[in-house]
């Protein structure tokens, strides 16, 4: 441990770079770097005031080798992460679009400290090219060696491990070191939301995004469970992937207390990472380290990992939350590599990204039988098939009961899999009572998951009990309020509550966040048509697209109640060409009919519903379109058969 040359000392603001050390302190603190971002800070203190071109700055920090500029972009996002920008409006680093970057704040040249400074001179091991990323190039079915026929190198099973393992090792030692220095008292009592951000890359290598959601995946699925602590779901934080992506404003979108952010650079056999946990209110940092370390034993390390969280936020846990948070499922590294690359592709939401969810979680099943995480997520794959993708409902629903059955029967403690069950108890079997007693016990084991709280209201929905349905809609939008399905599904709430303003005002709410999502402009379109807006109907129709055949059985039933019959018939002639080439659910072809005045015709098409096992007849009581069909004796029949109370309906 020897000192490095003395040089200039540059004082700006709080902070000190010595630049013969190769140290930028904050006061007394040392605020960790990764050596190319300290590089380029020199650059710009001695060229403070002058933009330096992009280019120059490339040829001066890597003058051996071609690189792009996103690699220049990323120790610049470095910077201002370390130095704090937008916590309090302060700026440093000026970016000049198309040209480069300017250090704008004032600086105070010294000279070199006569106090030595010791450092860790050990050498460092170069970069290590990885074979292939696990990321979007494998998604889209680029040569990376994952598409049929490609020649691509697979990254080896090792160096996956070994990635995953070093990752989460490095992770427990931050964060026991953080539990030695908690967060001051009268602070972390009122700090109790948080988002777990994807972890971004060091270095020039590829990216592996499923490695980087991953990791935050798996201490947002471990702290999930503590009631104490509300943590945004996998599904909220995918979007904050870019490696430049404020956390403050994040977990301010998020409308959370608390942000953890990690970087990762992978070397040969070790990692260097660095984590900062941010206090959202005030921009403070509660914990920042940065380590270089080895690996080491990944699933142990997990339980730490979360042990470490909530004993640096000091929460008290039950005995119960601390034996489920603690269960290990995975002991295949590779095969929890899959399961991750299950949830990315399904939190897409498309028909492609489903099936190829469905692949990745069999494989994780076919590597690792006891592991109960892949068979929730093909459980939650297949429940999605026939509501977004028009699949045939009875063998989709089929295999989501089989499989979330499996995963209860590895752990019955499994939240994520008694929701999935109940939903398949209520959609699939007609099994009310079940799908209620397996709602209520997800929430019991996890009261802050607001997939199990949507999925409960849904149940109440079908109940006829709007209010605690909303209620609960209401709930599960506190606990992920910028999510897209949840903004949107909050809308079908109050349109089966017949509470036509208000679903529309929640659709715009939803519409703000996305003016393209398809589920708030299709609600929106269904308050206008009860509203008998057709005109706005019709438009709100075209502007959902023609995702699902139920969009365009809505446009057909506006059709037909607003007198326009031969539209209306074009498109019953639309679905039954459809019917003859793929799946449609029979009783979008009944609503129109029902529209129509045709009401042999529509309980025709619900009797071959009922066979089919459509999902859409669970909203047979709520839905309002079939509000003409309640007096007819075959409704309540059909009621009796679904096992659905008479007293679920809205009189007229």
């Not at 120059?56 to 470095?78: C, F, G, K």
């Not at 400290?113 to 979007?136: C, F, I, Q």
């Not at 539209?567 to 639309?574: G, K, W």
């Amino acid at each position: 441990m020897t000192p490095l040359p003395a040089g200039p000392v540059f004082e700006f603001g709080p902070f000190r770079f010595e630049s013969g050390n190769h140290l930028l302190l904050r006061g007394s603190v040392i605020i960790q770097l990764a050596p190319k971002a300290i590089d380029t800070l020199r650059v710009l203190l001695e060229r403070r005031g002058s933009v330096v071109n992009k280019e120059e700055l490339i040829d001066r920090l890597w003058p051996d080798t071609s690189v792009e500029s996103a690699n220049l972009s990323q120790n610049i996002y470095l910077l201002r992460r370390a130095l704090g920008e937008g916590s309090h409006d302060q700026t440093y680093i000026e970016t000049i679009p198309k040209r480069g970057y300017r250090f704008v704040a004032t600086v105070t040249i010294k000279e070199a400290s006569d106090v030595p400074v010791e450092l860790d001179t050990t050498t460092r091991p170069p970069n290590l090219a990885v074979d292939a990323p696990l990321g979007e190039e494998a998604v889209e079915g680029k040569d990376t060696g994952y598409g049929p026929g490609s020649q691509a190198r697979r990254p080896s099973r090792t160096t996956l491990a070994a990635v995953l393992v070093v990752i989460v090792a490095i992770l427990v030692v931050i964060f026991t070191r953080m539990s030695r220095r908690p967060i001051p008292s009268g602070t972390n009592a009122a700090l109790r939301s948080l988002v777990v951000l994807p972890f971004k890359p060091i270095g020039i290598e590829p990216r592996d995004e499923v490695l980087e959601l991953g990791m935050a995946d798996t201490l947002i699925t471990k702290l999930g469970g503590i009631r104490q602590i509300i943590v945004r779901p996998t599904s909220a934080v995918r979007r904050y992937g870019g490696v430049e992506q404020d956390p403050l404003a994040a977990g301010r979108e998020q409308r959370a207390d608390l942000v953890l952010e990690g970087s990762v650079q992978r070397i040969r056999d070790r990692i260097r990472v660095t984590v900062r946990l941010l206090n959202v209110h005030d921009g403070t940092a509660l914990m920042g380290e940065a380590l270089d370390e080895p690996a080491a034993d990944v699933f142990a390390a997990q339980d730490s990992i979360a042990q470490h969280v909530i004993q640096s936020l000091a929460v008290r846990i039950s005995d119960d939350e601390r034996t489920r948070m603690s269960r290990r499922y995975a002991a295949d590294p590779v095969a929890f590599q899959l399961y991750l690359k299950g949830r990315y592709f399904w939190d897409k939401r498309t028909p492609e990204g489903f099936q190829k969810a469905v692949r990745s979680f069999e494989d994780a099943i076919e590597r690792e039988p006891q592991n109960p995480l892949p068979y929730v997520g093909l459980a939650d794959a297949y429940i999605a098939l026939p509501f977004d993708t028009d699949a045939p409902p009875a063998e989709a629903l089929r295999h989501a009961m089989t499989s979330a059955t499996r995963a209860l029967e590895i752990d019955d403690t499994l939240a994520e899999a008694h929701a999935a069950l109940g939903f398949v108890r209520q959609t699939y079997e007609w099994d009310w009572r079940s799908a209620e007693r397996e709602f209520k016990r997800a929430l019991e084991l996890s009261p802050n998951s607001a997939t199990a709280h949507q999925r409960y209201a849904n149940y109440l929905t079908v109940m006829g009990h709007h209010p605690l349905a909303i209620a609960e809609t209401e709930r599960a939008l506190e606990l992920d309020p910028i999510s897209l399905g949840m903004n949107g599904l909050a809308g079908r709430q109050y349109y089966f509550a017949r509470e036509y303003d208000r679903s529309l005002e929640q659709c715009r709410t939803t519409l703000d966040l996305d003016a393209n999502f398809w589920i708030a402009h299709f609600f929106a379109g269904k308050d206008y048509l009860q509203k008998r807006m057709y005109g706005e109907a019709l438009r709100e129709l075209r502007l959902a697209g023609d995702i699902t055949s139920e969009v365009l059985a809505t446009t057909g039933y506006v059709h037909a109640v607003s007198k326009n019959v031969g539209e209306a018939r074009t498109i019953l002639d639309q679905l039954r060409r459809r019917r003859s080439q793929a799946y449609v659910p029979p009783s979008h072809l009944a609503r129109i009919h029902a529209a129509l005045g045709e009401n042999d015709q529509a309980f025709a098409w619900l009797d071959k519903a009922y066979e089919e096992r459509d999902v859409w007849l669970i909203w047979l009581t709520a839905e309002p379109m079939w509000d003409s069909l309640q007096s007819d004796p075959r409704f309540g029949d059909l009621l009796r058969r679904l096992r659905l109370p008479r007293s679920a309906s809205h009189r007229m």
